[in-house]
């Protein structure tokens, strides 16, 4: 681990490597695990508005689980989430024609209906953002669903930074990205 501005940073992200591999794992992170995909407060302020402009991308369950729920639920432990649907898969997950789970949040931004992209826990996957106190720790999540996207980030020689350039960039900044690289590059 390094210190990087207010970041502590696993040295995983320059060491690993990872493409997200769509046609093996099908977009399994959006539909496996036990929660909701992690929401910054800002952004489920940014969910309530944009909520109308997603909705038509929803599938109809999606819908329901939104309007039963709300646009975000908040866990046990008080953090702010994306709703589950039937405790599985995220509310805002829609399937393309090969049955791949995407994001409607993100087809609606692609679309150009709104501005924002999606959650930046989201973006960032498969890194990790942990806030404390004084610091954020950033870390390599390690999922079985993805070794199909580290057996092709691995072929294609792409670290886990670079694969999420730019949302690093989204949360951090330009030059903490770049710092970064610099570390990247001596650590190389």
């Known amino acids: 681990m390094f210190q990087l501005g207010k970041t502590i940073v696993s040295e995983d992200i320059i060491k690993k490597d990872f493409m997200c591999n769509l046609s093996a794992c099908k977009g399994a992170c959006c539909i496996d695990g036990d929660a ?4 910054e407060a800002e952004e489920a302020e940014i969910l309530k508005s944009i909520y109308p402009k997603v909705k038509p991308f929803l599938r109809k369950e999606s819908i329901r689980a939104i309007e039963s729920q709300g646009v975000y639920v908040t866990s046990e432990d008080g953090d702010l989430e994306t709703p589950l649907i039937n405790g599985a898969d995220c509310a805002y997950v829609i399937f393309d024609e090969k049955k791949v789970a995407l994001c409607a949040i993100e087809e609606a931004y692609n679309q150009g209906e709104i501005s924002w992209k999606k959650p ?51 949360k951090f900044g330009e030059d903490w990205y770049l710092e970064l690289e610099k570390i990247a590059n001596k650590l190389s």
Not at 36 to 39: K, W
């Open 36 to 39: 909701g995909a992690p929401l």
């Open 120 to 170: 930046v826990s989201c973006h960032l996957y498969p890194v990790r953002i942990q806030d404390y106190t004084e610091f954020s720790a950033v870390n390599y999540h390690k999922w079985e669903i993805c070794d199909d996207a580290c057996t092709l980030g691995k072929e294609l020689q792409i670290p886990v930074y670079k694969f999420v350039r730019e949302a690093l960039i989204r």
